[in-house]
């Protein structure tokens, strides 16, 4: 039998045991919602009403479900179970979508299981079950948002297709209590955008990356260091003995005004100059150069942001979300700013910084609050941007075909 992969650190192996008894998001466009199964209905829930929701998420390399509470006092997790890949990519330096679909199959179903008896419930006591229906890697995608409407058609229950950059967005009321709008940099492996977020499903596009996101760049330069998978945390416990200043590295975008990111420059110019590392402290002072370049580009980008949102709201809140804002020196430098300008800080824990299954669970809650539901036919999405209108309308990437604006 072909031996699974460790947990994250401090969580619990995901086996399967007996039980323990407004967007559209429906075909991912701007509109009316759907009525969808079970009682939720598009109606919406009273204001300060109790839900209890199943999160499923499977959109890269971990499969992890999760329940959530969410009432007037704010959201408890009542279990968070993620079985992590990590071994079964490592070889390959990176992840394999066929082999993280096939993981997904074997495991969501373990997952799920576990995730619901750590919660101490039956699925009785559930309001709705959310799942990620994009966007990430398609096969994965489709494999939680299949299992979510087995649940859904099985327990009479409503399903919320939960894009997984909203998750990330609200993840930091995992942790405390958040009023909505704030100011927003979500930062993860796939993804890097300022965004103001109003609400849920209510969210505006200020800045994106034109190429890569900064956690890709972490992790391709760490490949090139050969410092193994996932490169992001094995370059920031390197760069803590190391002297950047002996590396001079691009600085990309200097002469625009926006509030974009580009980090393709950087990745190229840095495993250039890994091929030149001959000791343990050449690639830690390299380590330490590359993480301080990234840090710096999210600052001023932020920065910008900051100051336009500062004249149009009287109340400043600004989010830092994402695997990326897991990274100890990033978050310092960030809290930093937003203590210059005035703005309240707020990140998620660790725990929930990369994907977790809590965060679409709220989600996915929220959503349902406000009777925002998706019927049976919902699609996986490989590319959902959360400002769809924008997107379509000024795409980054502006070769897009048939599947639609990236970013």
């Known amino acids: 039998m072909k031996s699974r992969s460790p947990l994250r650190k401090g969580e619990r192996a995901a086996t399967s045991g007996p039980m323990n008894t407004g967007a559209d998001y429906s075909s991912g466009t701007t509109g009316a919602t759907k009525p969808s199964l079970g009682a939720g209905g598009a109606e919406g829930r009273a204001p300060g009403?109790?839900?209890?929701?199943?999160?499923?998420?499977?959109?890269?390399?971990?499969?992890?479900?999760?329940?959530?509470?969410?009432?007037?006092?704010?959201?408890?997790?009542?279990?968070?179970?993620?079985h992590s890949q990590i071994d079964e990519h490592a070889a390959f330096g990176g992840v394999v979508p066929e082999i993280a679909a096939r993981s997904h199959v074997e495991m969501i179903d373990g997952v799920a299981r576990r995730a619901m008896a750590e919660a101490g419930i039956g699925y009785a006591a559930l309001d709705g079950v959310a799942a990620t229906a994009g966007p990430g890697l398609v096969g994965g995608v489709m494999v939680g948002l299949s299992y979510g409407k087995a649940v859904a058609l099985a327990?009479?229950?409503?399903?919320?297709?939960?894009?997984h950059l909203e998750g990330h967005a609200v993840s930091a009321r995992l942790g405390a209590e958040t009023t909505y709008p704030f100011l927003l940099l979500l930062v993860s492996g796939g993804h890097c955008q300022l965004l103001e977020v109003r609400g849920i499903g209510d969210m505006s596009r200020?800045?994106?990356?034109?190429?890569?996101a900064a956690g890709e760049a972490f992790d391709k330069i760490a490949k090139a260091m050969g410092l193994g998978y996932p490169g992001g945390p094995a370059l920031e416990t390197l760069a803590a003995s190391?002297?950047?200043?002996?590396?001079?590295?691009?600085?990309?975008?200097?002469?625009?005004?926006?509030?974009?990111?580009?980090?393709?420059?950087?990745?190229?110019?840095a495993s250039r100059l890994a091929q030149t590392c001959e000791t343990d402290q050449d690639k830690a002072d390299l380590a330490d150069a590359v993480q301080k370049a990234i840090a710096r580009q999210l600052?001023?980008?932020?920065?910008?942001?900051?100051?336009?949102?500062?004249?149009?709201?009287?109340?400043?809140h600004f989010v830092v979300a994402g695997g990326v804002a897991a990274n100890k020196t990033i978050r310092r430098m960030l809290e930093d700013l937003a203590t210059k300008h005035g703005f309240g800080f707020l990140a998620p824990p660790m725990v929930y910084c990369t994907d977790n299954a809590a965060m679409i669970a709220l989600a996915g809650a929220e959503r349902?609050?406000?009777?925002?539901?998706?019927?049976?036919?919902?699609?996986?999405?490989?590319?959902?941007?959360?400002?769809?209108?924008?997107?379509?309308?000024?795409p980054v990437h502006k070769k897009t075909g048939r599947k639609g604006a990236k970013a």
């Open 368 to 394: 349902l609050e406000k009777g925002m539901v998706s019927d049976i036919d919902v699609a996986a999405r490989p590319r959902w941007p959360l400002d769809e209108a924008r997107a379509n309308a000024d």
């Open 155 to 163: 327990r009479d229950l409503p399903l919320i297709a939960v894009n």
């Open 242 to 269: 190391g002297d950047g200043s002996r590396f001079e590295l691009p600085r990309a975008l200097l002469g625009r005004k926006d509030c974009d990111f580009s980090f393709s420059g950087l990745k190229t110019a």
């Open 206 to 212: 200020l800045g994106t990356t034109i190429d890569d």
């Open 49 to 82: 009403a109790v839900l209890t929701v199943l999160g499923l998420e499977t959109s890269c390399d971990e499969t992890a479900a999760s329940v959530v509470r969410l009432s007037a006092s704010g959201a408890e997790v009542l279990s968070s179970v993620i």
């Open 299 to 316: 600052s001023e980008r932020t920065e910008r942001a900051m100051v336009a949102y500062a004249e149009a709201h009287e109340h400043l």
